[in-house]
């Protein structure tokens, strides 16, 4: 036995001695890679640009086979692949690990020394950077590879026909670069190709890609998504693929009927895509013939039909996406009845689809996604989770019912959806408290509840989501207290977004948050009234929102240490003092908001990245010529600038040339002084241009016509003299907002103006503008339509987002603020002037949308317009102080909406015409006319005259009131010619004195009104 147990054992030493020596014998044979390839790929590197140095290992002393990206034939040494694709990005939600991607990719030129490299088989540049290089014609004579990826690189120009020569290529991959092709007969001698695809390269000239790709016996996989693809050939030129198995012809335009007769052939198609094809029509019958089909996409596309019954015939459908197809009818029960292997539902965006999710779809026990979002479900929640709480529960990872008009309580039965990672319930009616089993989902990472009824307040277990990454809660009810707990172990969170509720923070001054988020919005929450000290150790913080949180501090010093890293900070609306520091350093920040707080000082200069500035609503003051002219040499990249409400003072500087990104430029309520600087006039972007209540004088300077996209000029509360500019109404085709108001502008109202089609808001109030009133104002074709909510905003887009216009209108006596809603408000204000002659009866009655006139204080004659009653959207009528005459129009009744009307002071006479909303007006409004009825004390006789009082007093007494009438004329003559005499003979004294008169006359008139 001995003897045999030391036999064993010498066997296995002799054994392991041999292979040992086998693998010695083995490693003596590597030789490494080939000197002559090495030398080819370093001057392959000479030629590259490699910003993060990712070919550092690329070093003539070390094996080439053992460089970055390098891959070698172990037997020969030779290399068999190049592997230089950027490393994909998978979360492109952090601008960090953008950057840092973006700054990885390899560029400059491609260096024909790879023709050195006879074996390569395997080539891949892709997600790099080659931007104005063309596809080099070189790598056609690389007859060896099989794989060729270029795709995402930036090259750009003609494909080269040349890659037709590679016989052996089995994967072609060129999506994505700024391409064209002329043919594709270079294709037919690829007869190993496999996978090809030419997505997002420009196809438009190619007739022949159909047969072309139908006849590559080996293609499996085809994707022609966004190639400008149209016509189609005639089918019977068309040799079919059976082995086609992947078609993606996404996002072209092809003729309905072509298209899906040919793909019914593919009889072994297992994925196809034709989103957004303009495909229309009821979804084809023929389709459900594709037996083989795991994957189906037809979004984006004008289907106009409900979903067939047909569905469950697919026995292997795996993936459905009808999304925004104009789907229509109901829910159907068919989809519940696909088969077990199908988990992925795409029927989001079909407005006019309805109904419930039918109770059957708890059948669907391996749903991994169902997508539901804009569906009008208008379901109860509680019975959606409870159907989908089944079997599906054990499978399902995202649910997305955003603004499916569902309502009720979310109950506790979400914990059981143990696989749930991505949970969308934005934009419903959902009320009630957050349960407590939201903290038990354990794979939640995204949560969307903005945009509901929720309340309560934020539950404890939310702080057990150890895996959540983006929470957005914003726009709910919830109120109550915040603390530690609720972020105890949230260390993955990046977005927390959760303003618009009433939230209070409530945690330790030392407190270090688990987290390092890149999104934080607690707008609204109370934070203060101390700076937020936690904030410091937000070290990755990109967008900030702090507004209206209560905080009654100065910015400490660390926090500007920090504001290099944000893109948005919002510190709005809370009582933040102190001054701006330079904030030069906001590096990458595309919205900077700082307004309605006690920021004092000078205006500091920023980074000309900034796309948006709001400082307005501070106390900064100062010369704001530092901030504007201190970077001459330099283009800013500003898009808004408001510094609106603060008491910034001196002249405008004309330096305006370097910010011609400006579209809105917002300088009102501040103390400027001088001219309007020239240089405003080369900011031919600029759409709002706001200078209200300085003391700016001068002419309307003749460059800014050359703004011609200008939608917004208020020039209001100023000193500007000279006449309205006729150039206007030829330069400036865009204008909806003219407000000139509280000017000294004198002259006519030039016909010149009518040219403004889109004109809805007219103020031309408060000057000393003459002549009569254009008889072209009907050309104002906006303020002849309705008001409709579907009117285009009145707002100004930009790359950081989309901002409402603002303007300030006197309506209904009132001054009052329009933002958000100003697309509604149709306005004409010429009162305070001294305007002449007759009212345009025709022309002033076809403005039917207009909300509000106002002619008062003026001089004109004639009388009311008797088809005002045809202005039915009017709200606010003011005609008083004029010299009006007539009765008032019998029309006027028709005025529904009429809430506002003032005829004081005319020379109208009879009854009041009867409607509810004239009787209802104060009498003030009647007053200094010869009118009687409701509202008036004066009652109407038969002919509709003012009854007389009856005198029967003794005849001394009219003797004595015959005495002082006497007393009084003499008087009236004494007074007349020894005060207002010289006022008949010096014109400009009697016009000066009668609008002073009539000034102060109104002035004491609407303060009667308001003590009343």
């Known amino acids: ?384 989770v409870e159907i989908l709480s089944g079997c599906a529960s054990n499978t399902l990872e995202s649910v997305y019912m955003g603004r499916c008009q569902l309502s009720g309580h979310l109950i506790n039965q979400l914990g059981r959806f143990n696989r749930l990672n991505l949970l969308s319930l934005w934009g419903n009616s959902i009320s009630g408290p957050i349960p407590e089993s939201l903290g038990e989902l354990p794979s939640l990472k995204t949560l969307y509840l903005y945009g509901n009824k929720l309340n309560g307040s934020l539950p404890t277990n939310f702080g057990k989501l150890a895996k959540l990454e983006d929470a957005v809660i914003s726009q709910n009810f919830l109120e109550g207290v915040v603390s530690e707990v609720h972020f105890a172990n949230l260390t993955r969170l990046k977005a927390f977004i959760a303003h618009g509720n009433s939230l209070k923070l409530k945690v330790d001054a030392d407190w270090v948050p688990p987290f390092h988020v890149e999104a934080l919005a607690l707008g609204s929450w109370q934070l203060g009234p101390r700076f937020p000290s936690w904030l410091q150790s937000q070290e990755h913080l990109l967008n900030l929102d702090i507004s209206n949180s209560g905080i009654f501090d100065s910015v400490p010093a660390w926090f500007w240490n920090l504001s290099y890293q944000f893109t948005v900070l919002d510190l709005s609306h809370n009582q933040i003092y102190g001054q701006i520091p330079s904030i030069d350093v906001f590096s990458y920040s595309l919205v900077i908001d700082l307004s309605s707080n006690k920021f004092m000082g000078p205006l500091p200069r920023v980074s000309s990245r900034v796309a948006a500035l709001d400082v307005s609503n501070n106390s900064l003051s100062g010369s704001i010529s530092n901030f504007l002219c201190g970077k001459l040499n330099e283009l800013s990249g500003t898009q808004v600038l408001n510094l609106a409400d603060n008491h910034f003072s001196d002249e405008i500087p004309d330096c305006w040339g370097n910010w011609q990104t400006l579209v809105a430029i917002k300088l009102a309520n501040n103390k400027f002084s001088g001219k309007i600087p020239g240089s405003l006039g080369s900011l031919s972007s600029l759409q709002s241009l706001s200078l209200r209540n300085n003391s700016l004088s001068g002419e309307l300077p003749l460059s800014l016509r050359n703004c011609s996209n200008l939608v917004s000029i208020d020039f209001s509360q100023n000193n500007f003299a000279g006449s309205i500019p006729t150039w206007m109404g030829k330069w400036l085709p865009n204008i909806k907002i003219l407000s000139l108001h509280s000017n000294k502008l004198h002259g006519a109202i030039p016909d010149e103006l009518c040219a403004l089609n889109s004109l809805q808001i007219l103020d031309l109030g408060q000057n000393e503008l003459s002549g009569t009133i254009p008889r072209c104002i009907n050309n104002f074709q906006a303020m002849i339509t309705k008001n409709d909510s579907a009117t285009t905003s009145i707002s100004y887009a930009t790359s950081s987002g989309s901002y409402f216009e603002d303007a300030l209108l006197v309506i209904k006596g009132r001054v009052v603020e329009y933002s958000t809603t100003l697309k509604l408000v149709r306005s004409m204000d010429l009162s305070d002037n001294l305007l002449s002659g007759e009212i345009p009866n025709k022309q002033i009655t076809s403005l039917q949308g207009l909300q509000s006139l106002n002619l008062s204080h003026n001089l004109l004659t004639g009388r009311v317009p008797e088809n005002i009653g045809a202005m039915r959207e009017l709200e606010s009528l003011d005609l008083s102080m004029n010299q009006l005459s007539g009765e008032i129009p019998q029309s006027i009744s028709s005025l529904t909406f009429l809430s506002h009307l003032n005829l004081s002071y005319n020379n109208l006479i009879g009854k009041i015409p009867s409607s509810t909303q004239l009787q209802s007006v104060s009498a003030s409004s009647f007053v200094g006319n010869k009118l009687c009825g409701a509202p008036l004390a004066e009652i109407c006789n038969e002919d509709n005259t003012t009854s007389k009082i009856e005198n029967d007093g003794e005849e001394s007494k009219g003797l004595e009131v015959e005495w002082k009438i006497v007393s009084i004329t003499i008087g009236f003559v004494v007074g007349f010619w020894g005060v207002l005499g010289p006022l008949i003979l010096n014109r400009a004294w009697r016009i000066e004195y009668y609008q002073f008169l009539d000034r102060m006359w109104y002035r004491i008139q609407l303060l009667f009104l308001a003590i009343n």
Request: aromatic share 10%; hydrophobic share 40%; net charge negative.
């Open 1 to 384: 036995m001995a003897m045999a147990a030391f036999v064993t054992i010498l066997f296995l030493l002799i054994a392991a001695a041999n292979l040992s020596i086998s693998s010695c014998f083995q490693n003596s044979n590597y030789v490494g890679c080939i000197e002559e390839e090495k030398q080819a790929l370093l001057r392959f590197k000479q030629d590259l640009i490699d910003p993060s140095n990712r070919l550092a290992s690329w070093v003539g002393h070390r094996d080439c086979c053992k460089w970055a990206g390098v891959v070698c034939n172990k037997e020969t040494g030779y290399v068999s692949e190049l592997r230089l694709n950027n490393p994909p990005l998978n979360d492109y939600s952090s601008d960090v690990k953008y950057k840092a991607y973006e700054m990885s990719k390899l560029g400059g030129q491609l260096n024909p020394s790879l023709l050195g490299l006879k074996n390569l088989i395997h080539l891949d540049l892709s997600d790099n950077n080659f931007v104005g290089n063309s596809i080099p014609e070189f790598i056609g004579s690389m007859v060896s590879l099989r794989y060729l990826n270029l795709s995402v690189s930036g090259f750009q120009g003609k494909v080269p026909h040349q890659l037709g020569n590679l016989s052996n290529l089995q994967y072609l991959d060129l999506q994505a670069n700024r391409l064209y092709v002329e043919n594709l007969q270079w294709l037919s001698g690829l007869s190993f190709l496999e996978f090809l695809d030419l997505s997002i390269i420009d196809l438009s000239t190619t007739t022949d890609w159909l047969q072309v790709v139908t006849k590559l016996p080996s293609l499996l996989e085809l994707r022609l998504s966004n190639c400008l693809l149209g016509e189609l050939p005639l089918l019977e030129d068309v040799n079919v693929s059976s082995s086609l198995t992947v078609l993606d012809l996404s996002w072209n335009w092809f003729d309905y009927s072509l298209i899906h007769r040919w793909i019914f052939r593919l009889s072994n198609l297992m994925s196809l895509n034709l989103q957004a094809n303009n495909l229309q029509g009821p979804i084809p019958d023929n389709l459900q013939n594709l037996t083989s089909l795991k994957i189906l996409d037809l979004s984006f596309n004008y289907l106009s039909s409900g979903l067939p019954n047909w569905f469950h015939s697919f026995s292997q459908l795996e993936y459905l996406n009808f999304c925004s197809c104009n789907l229509q009818g109901s829910m159907s029960t068919a989809i519940s009845n696909l088969s077990s292997t199908f988990n992925n539902l795409e029927i989001s965006f079909n407005s006019e689809l309805s109904g419930k999710i039918p109770r059957s779809f708890g059948k669907l026990c391996n749903l991994v996604s169902i997508s539901l979002t804009g569906v009008k479900l208008g379901q109860d929640i509680s019975e959606v």
